[in-house]
DNA sequence: ACGAATTTGTCCGTATGTATT
DNA sequence: CAATACATACGGACAAATTCG
């Protein structure tokens, strides 16, 4: 009967009705990412909602990427990207961060267990060419690590590269989103700095090494140090002074 | 037209201003999943901004599940759940698939390189009491099969059920995320019904088996079966007349 | 059981900034 | 540069939902 105030009742969520009518008029009027919407006007006509309501259920669209709002020109429809992921797991694991480091040691795991499987389904897929791009880019890197410094960009660029044979568009974003969580998260810890930069390096060629070889198992292991670097790394802080 | 030059230029965009301030005051005072925000009445007065603008800001916010609003009592931090996710992607795969099914059969493809590489992982992790409990599921869905039914929540279960010595919350989350799209969608094509409940059953019954055997090799490959039937029910549909 | 207080939901009107033409 | 169309923001008012005395 008396329900504590403080425990919110994990109700079906119920959204917002314009929220949703907005999503099935894109879909019944075909409309493609990069499409023009309806102004706020129109939908108001043709929802019979007020301007304060389109404007909430567009706002919560454009948080999840269904949307694009462009200042002064207009509404488009949106790529539907999996930024709305890296925001949320960004918050849930900033959040959870003040007691312990387990939302990001989970993210990681995912990381892991989703590269060591697709390393394996590449080695046969990729081209010489591909090949060639990632032994430049391990060269690049060797050149940054050199001058002493990071190269987060390049090793994003490796793993996008690495996986472009599979020609599956959602593996790099979601890799990519769980990237920049990792990333924007270890930024605030402060702990973003390489402390061995030379090792990652010869992470990364040995993957290459053993994709060139098409030694499948090879890769998979070298994918498997390539993280259990990683997790060393943070790991070490995480039981570090605060 | 006359503007005051000692007056600051008001920020370019409040709104999503407003936003991420919202969150930074959950981050800095602390809050839990659950707690309690400060009213809009409030975060007007707090963040000096009109009440527009907070709900636009809440919206958002509500709808990448970072804040919970009830109406009529308050709004609470969220869960930062994987909703977002499931809801971007279905979006998504809706608005490709009038085109190919694609973006379907890409978020296939990243469940199966999950689960072959997390079934290996939990092979020597499942205790007897959690193998018995798989066992029981079986049994379950093959009393299903047999008179004639369908049984989505047991599969659903199975797998919740397979990982769950992992410990990792991601996983069935992330998991349960790409089960709702497939579903959701395959609901909407009317490609929903297995056509061969029997053949689903034993797949699953092989991939108890093998971990019962502490089999990894053959759990793994059990589990590239299971999906090999996903596959072959939607692809063969996707070939089939509109 | 009922009403008051609190809080969110919706609406209207108005003024301003911004991009396109 | 001027005009236009559009999104952005503010303030006020009332309705609906929830809680609690």
Redesign the pocket.
């Known amino acids: 009967m008396?329900?504590m105030?403080q425990e919110p009742?994990r109700?079906r969520r119920v959204g917002?009705?314009?929220q949703r009518e907005v999503m099935q008029l894109i879909l019944d009027r075909r409309l493609r990412p990069g499409a023009l919407?309806?102004?706020?006007?129109?939908l108001?006509e043709e929802l019979?909602?007020?301007?304060?309501?389109?404007?909430?259920a567009?706002?919560a669209l454009q948080a999840l990427d269904i949307v694009e709002?462009?200042?002064?020109?207009?509404?488009y429809v949106g790529q539907a990207s999996l930024t709305p992921l890296a925001d949320g797991l960004t918050f849930r694991t900033l959040v959870q961060l003040a007691d312990d480091t387990r939302a990001l040691e989970e993210i990681l795991q995912v990381r892991e267990v989703l590269e060591e499987g697709l390393v394996r389904r590449v080695a046969v897929l990729l081209t010489d060419e591909e090949l060639s791009q990632l032994e430049a880019l391990v060269r690049k890197m060797e050149e940054a690590a050199d001058a002493g410094g990071a190269f987060p960009e390049l090793d994003r660029e490796f793993h996008e590269t690495l996986y472009r044979s599979l020609g599956n568009e959602l593996v790099p974003q979601l890799l990519g989103a769980f990237w920049n969580v990792f990333n924007r998260v270890a930024g605030v810890r402060g702990w973003a700095r390489d402390p061995a930069p030379d090792v990652t390096v010869s992470r990364h060629r040995d993957i290459v090494t053993a994709l060139r070889a098409r030694d499948v198992e090879g890769a998979q292991r070298a994918m498997a140090d390539h993280f259990r670097g990683i997790e060393a790394r943070s790991g070490q802080e995480s039981r570090g002074v605060g």
Request: proline residues 6%; aromatic residues 4%; glycine residues 10%.
């Open positions: 008396c329900r105030p009742v109700e917002s009705q314009v919407l309806p102004t706020e006007a129109e108001m019979g909602v007020s301007r304060n309501s389109v404007r909430e567009l706002k709002i462009r200042h002064g020109y207009g509404t």
